[in-house]
């Protein structure tokens, strides 16, 4: 890890900066009956507001700051779907305050850097393979050509002599360890250079990261292949920890909740201790969806990959209850973090 933290010669230069435009776009929706928090939670204090936040078709991105009950800032740039527009969706990411998403493949995309997760500050990202943005030490893009990295998400340079992953449809950034993914293969960075995963197979993020992903225990981390596969690496070894499956095949996309990994698809939803050894069942309420977010607050987010519903659970899965939320483009990603209040969102 120590050389992922010195590869940088050049940090954050204002190479990419140059198109960086502010969007103010908003709603005038206001939050109602948004629930109260037990003062034993870490951010108590901080100032900060709990905000989920989701991204989708055409830069479609929208928020909940009252535990997913109700979504706002409703904000889309295209109706279209494409996948090589400067809007389609690519990677979202939060780190302490602040809230990052690219968009963008196949084509010049942008980044957008928000700590209310309302109001965006976008930037040019020439980059048309940019596989993920995440947190390690620094905001970084990786990407089949370059590593950039961001001390704050806005001003972004090349990390100067550092290797690059010739993969180029999925990934991701954890501290510590850095993973791209195509087309049945798998390659992570530890700072020793780039590592293919033997354990991966199938048909895992030959859809530009469309179904399965990657997701991140303290311990591992998981790659998910749309056929149901799955494998696993250590995150503090690099050791293969070998292969799994779902037993079917899954258009969402993985994510750890509450202790688990969790993959929901076609009505169900799977579960693992490790990411390799699964259980599925119905999903409860009668819910159906794709995308998962866990607050670590005692409620986890659910949303349909058609945009058409938003759920929220109070008590890990075993119920679901359906949120306020608009119909609106197909849904890719979701994050959960912690947001400067606004008019929107403001402190309770």
């Known amino acids: 890890r120590d050389e992922i ?8 230069s204002s190479d ?3 198109a960086a435009s502010a969007d103010s776009s908003g709603s005038d929706i206001q939050v109602a009956d948004a629930p109260r928090f037990d003062a034993a939670r870490p951010d108590v204090g901080s100032g900060r507001v709990p905000l989920f936040l989701a991204m989708g078709w055409g830069g479609r991105h929208i928020a909940s700051c009252d535990m997913g009950r109700t ?4 904000t889309s740039v295209s109706a279209e779907d494409d996948w090589h527009q400067s809007y389609t969706p690519k990677s979202l990411a939060y780190h302490d305050g602040v809230f990052v998403r690219m968009t963008g493949w196949g084509s010049t995309g942008n980044v957008h850097a928000s700590r209310d997760g309302l109001t965006w500050t976008s930037v040019e990202f020439a980059d048309r393979s940019a596989t993920s943005v995440g947190y390690d030490d620094r905001w970084l893009i990786l990407s089949d050509i370059n590593i950039y990295e961001s001390n704050d998400g806005v ?4 990390l100067g002599g550092a290797p690059f992953s010739g993969l180029n449809r999925d990934g991701a950034v954890y501290p510590g360890m850095w993973i791209n993914g195509a087309d049945g293969n798998v390659e992570f960075n530890r700072g020793e ?3 293919a ?3 991966c197979n199938g048909t895992r993020h030959e859809s530009i990261g469309v179904s399965g992903g990657f997701a991140a225990s303290p311990d591992r981390v998981v790659s998910f292949g749309s056929d149901g596969s799955t494998c696993a690496v250590d995150r503090n070894t690099g050791a293969d920890l070998g292969a799994g499956n779902i037993g079917a095949s899954v258009d969402g996309v993985g994510a750890y909740v509450n202790g688990e990994f969790w993959m929901g698809s076609a009505g169900q939803l799977y579960r693992s201790p490790d990411g390799l050894s699964w259980t599925g069942d119905a999903i409860a309420s009668g819910a159906r969806f794709e995308l998962v977010a866990d607050s670590g607050e005692g409620t986890i987010v659910a949303a349909r990959r058609n945009g ?12 679901w209850q359906q949120a306020e939320a608009p119909e609106g483009n197909n849904i890719y990603r979701m994050v959960f973090g912690w947001a400067e209040p606004s008019a929107q969102c403001p402190v309770l």
């Open 155 to 158: 001003e972004w340079g090349v």
């Open 197 to 199: 995963l033997a354990s």
């Open 5 to 12: 933290r010195d590869w940088s010669s050049d940090v954050c």
């Open 71 to 74: 979504w706002i800032n409703d």
């Open 193 to 195: 250079g780039w590592v």
């Open 16 to 18: 990419l900066r140059d």
């Open 308 to 319: 058409d519903a938003f759920y929220y659970s109070d008590d890990n899965g075993a119920s």
